[in-house]
């Protein structure tokens, strides 16, 4: 048996109990695999490494990066990495372990010191495709999903899931004990979250605002509710010099965001991503608006918590759901295709990956919608059926505001500036017009160097 992975800092233990929780889970339309079915995916598997062994002339080693600062995705990631490596005796997958820090700029870190992984998670997907720094995905690769974005025809991402869906998780137990119901409309909402602030003995809400990319959660929503309800086009037209960040179609996203955000804790603003969960489990706060990845963490946290979910639909009545199929996932270094050991390795380990039994512990594990065409393996909690139900009835499905591709993805960097101006207009340190010109002016400046409309910054002006 070739050896374990040994750059993963985790013990079994932890992989065993992330299993076991998620599979007490309650069964819902999607339960376990009938005995057949494994032992024909047993079947592939070892038809999968007896194939590559042909493929690869000679033993390989592949770099492997993925943003692990998710536990659950930390386990179950280098879970599959070590059942993939002691099925391949020819191949060997080193995970390179994050620093802690933000995942892209780790990612930026490795790359200018000559140390650009050979298959990594590519959030940044634009950015690299231009560098020139990925290679695009085989049509074999291609044919494993529902769906995939491409740039210029080409794809080259392998999507890890659908795009997290946002919306409500909260303490079940205390809405039961105090009467409370799940809102239908987003004024119930809002009569919601006062009548828990009437009740006095914990916040509406637990905001992780000390990681500035929580605020995108909820401003996603607001965003949404305001500006993508009154233009869908509106980042095109601010490209185009049709429209601004200074017009009341945005500023209507920073008022709806102070509405909301009147509910949560005290110091939220200090409050990491991380601790958000404690505030749940421990009756500091009854709701959190966030993805549905914090399931399987609050799980971790208190098997015991019982929580419920529900979305939260717009002023208009209508239901607006982050979904559907993202430019983030597996993706190949070109320099790393040119080998062609390299090539075949990497994408054995692709497909290794999204292969039923594999895949399905992953989006199981961190409640992921799959996007592959063969459906995998897993269990569906009742909870993760209601978001599921919410995502199909929806009026809109789409990425996040700064998922977008094409004429609507955003400079780089320039998501973060505008919660960072969010942040300081909801503690009162600048004025709503303040801010919003401070955001116009880094706009201003940013589509000088990056314009998708014109081709600035693509390569193609």
Not at 230 to 240: V, W
Not at 317 to 342: F, H, N, Q
Request: proline letters at 4%; one cysteine or more; aromatic letters at 10%.
């Amino acid at each position: 048996m070739k050896r374990r992975l040994i750059s993963i800092m985790m013990a079994t233990s932890i992989v065993a109990s992330l299993l076991a929780g998620c599979g007490s889970s309650d069964t819902a339309s999607q339960a376990s695999a009938t005995d057949t079915t494994e032992n024909t995916q047993e079947s592939d598997s070892a038809a999968q490494a007896e194939s590559t062994a042909e493929t690869v002339a000679n033993p390989v080693e592949l770099t492997f990066i993925f943003a692990d600062g998710d536990e659950g995705a930390k386990a179950s990631i280098n879970a599959i990495v070590n059942d993939f490596n002691d099925q391949h005796e020819n191949i060997t997958v080193t995970v390179e372990p994050g620093n802690g820090g933000t995942y892209s700029e780790f990612l930026k870190t490795k790359d200018s010191v000559g140390e650009f992984p050979d298959v990594m998670e590519m959030r940044d997907t634009a950015t690299y495709v231009r560098a020139d720094k990925l290679a695009p995905l085989s049509d074999e690769i291609v044919s494993l999903f529902t769906s995939a974005i491409s740039f210029g025809g080409k794809v080259y991402t392998a999507p890890m899931s659908a795009n997290n869906t946002m919306g409500v998780v909260y303490n079940k137990a205390y809405f039961d004990a105090n009467g409370l119901t799940e809102p239908k409309t987003y004024d119930d909402f809002i009569a919601l979250c006062e009548k828990i602030k009437e009740l006095g003995d914990m916040d509406p809400l637990v905001v992780g605002g000390g990681d500035l990319w929580h605020m995108g959660f909820i401003f996603d929503k607001a965003y949404k509710d305001t500006t993508m309800s009154d233009d869908t086009e509106f980042i095109a037209k601010c490209y185009e010099g049709k429209a601004s960040f200074l017009d009341d179609t945005f500023k209507n996203s920073f008022v709806e965001m102070q509405e909301i955000m009147q509910y949560a804790q005290e110091g939220w603003g200090s409050t990491a991503d991380a601790q958000i969960t404690t505030f749940l489990v421990n009756d500091m706060a009854a709701m959190i608006y966030s993805g549905t990845h914090m399931f399987s963490t609050i799980e971790e946290a208190d098997p015991d918590f019982e929580y419920g979910w529900f979305p939260v639909p717009s002023p208009d009545g209508k239901l607006r759901m982050v979904g559907g199929g993202s430019v983030t996932g597996l993706a190949i270094s070109k320099e790393s295709a040119a080998d062609p050991d390299k090539l075949a390795a990497s994408e054995e380990f692709i497909k290794f990956f999204f292969a039923p039994e594999n895949y399905g512990k992953y989006c199981e594990t961190l409640n992921f919608t799959p996007t592959t065409v063969a459906e995998p393996v897993m269990q569906m909690s009742d909870v993760y059926q209601e978001v599921l139900d919410a995502v199909a009835s929806a009026d809109t499905v789409g990425p996040m505001w700064n998922g977008e591709a094409d004429t609507k993805e955003l400079p780089p960097d320039f998501r973060n500036f505008v919660y960072k101006e969010l942040i300081e207009y909801l503690q009162g340190t600048v004025s709503l017009d303040d801010a919003c010109a401070e955001i116009q002016k880094t706009w201003d400046v940013s589509i000088q160097s990056f314009n998708p409309v014109t081709g600035v910054g693509l390569g193609t002006e």
